[in-house]
Nanobody, 129 residues
Framework: QVQLVESGGGLVQAGGSLRLSCAASAASGRTFSSYAMGWFRQAPGKEREFVAAISWSGGKISYADSVKGRFTISRDNAKNTVYLQMNSLKPEDTAVYYC???????????????????WGQGTQVTVSS
């Protein structure tokens, strides 16, 4: 079991930046650093979509094409936290952003929601034009 709590969302103008954080608390027997982590987002009336993912060590990273070059995912295993730095925000980035933990020990990074077993409650990001 992993509990995830996101923070850092808010209202920002187009072109601005936000940094999301996701604090994790893992049950005994398995540490945060053993999970791959992902960020997803869901806009009203749309399906949840992949944003970024990072391997347990941070050595593998993947981004959706729509955010590549603007968003940066990172993690601090000592703090049990994963981050999403979002720059050059656009109105189409408006959504609820969720962090998620993937317990499977994969060769690559999962980019579909069903691969992630644990989810946070989400944090709203609104980008005004």
């Amino acid at each position: 079991q992993v509990q995830l709590v996101e923070s850092g969302g808010g209202l920002v103008q187009a072109g601005g930046s936000l940094r999301l954080s996701c604090a994790a608390s893992a049950a005994s027997g398995r540490t945060f650093s053993s999970y791959a982590m992902g960020w997803f987002r869901q806009a009203p009336g749309k399906e949840r979509e992949f944003v970024a993912a990072i391997s347990w060590s941070g050595g593998k990273i993947s981004y959706a094409d729509s955010v590549k070059g603007r968003f940066t995912i990172s993690r601090d295993n000592a703090k049990n936290t994963v981050y999403l730095q979002m720059n050059s925000l656009k109105p189409e980035d408006t959504a609820v952003y969720y962090c998620a933990a993937d317990p499977a020990r994969r060769v690559g990074l999962a980019t579909i929601p069903v691969s992630y077993d644990y989810w946070g409650q989400g944090t709203q990001v609104t980008v005004s034009s």
